[in-house]
């Protein structure tokens, strides 16, 4: 539970609908402590329940974190199986609590290459949480920014052999309804922690118009109040929109 008082400085109307974050840095954490990687994402998905109440408390519309791309499985086997059995742990212990706060999960990436059992806890949860009405909280597992409009368009190729759409019909909404956040806000705010200045493959048809924000901060060491300032300081920024602003 977040207290209460960290919320005092939020101006609500100027609140950001959909934020995304790459949670960087769990290795460095851990490292840095004489720590075994392993135990920087332990503590990383301390900082994701912290960050996920924000999210709740003032109702954020969608939060996208990025648990796991389709690089990741270039690391080591051990740290590969860590992350999985991290992912199912976390899946059974929080899905109830997610639950009661009304968030609705969603786990977007080519999710078929994970083990049978870590689908079905996603399909399970998903399944459990999909008539809430509050923050959509998408978990990217196995994903990839560039593999999602290949598999977007796909889609589109499929629709248009099988007669459904002609060509002329594709545009941005179209298109939008086949991407793995279709129905959801783009992105307005993405946060990348611990220094590097990159999207990394990320969401990156959905943060066409995104305002990034950037931290030193490792994600274990990220905290409520670091989140906050980041929401504040997109409330000042002059979103443009290829437009001349205000
Ligand atoms: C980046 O740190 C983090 C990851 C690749 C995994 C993210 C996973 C978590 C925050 C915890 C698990 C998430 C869920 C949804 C249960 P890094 O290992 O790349 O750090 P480094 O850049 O310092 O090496």
Redesign the pocket.
Known sequence: MNDKKIYERVDKTKLPRHVAI??????????GRGLL?SA???A??K??KKILTVAVDLNLEALT?????TE?WK?PHA?VDF?MK??S???EKEKREMNEKNVRIRFIGRLEEFSPGIQKQMTDATELMKNNTGVQFN?A?NYGGRDEIIRAAKKIAEKISAGKISPDEIDGTLFDGETDTAGQPPVDLLIRT?G?MRISNFLLWQSAYAELWFTKT??PEFSPEEFIDALIEFGKRDRKFGGLGK
């Open positions: 790459i949670m960087d840095g769990n290795g460095r954490w851990a490292t990687r920087g994402h332990t990383g998905v900082t994701l974190v990025y648990a796991f791309s990741n690391r740290e992350l991290l992912f742990e976390y899946i978990v597992a611990s590097d490792t994600w």
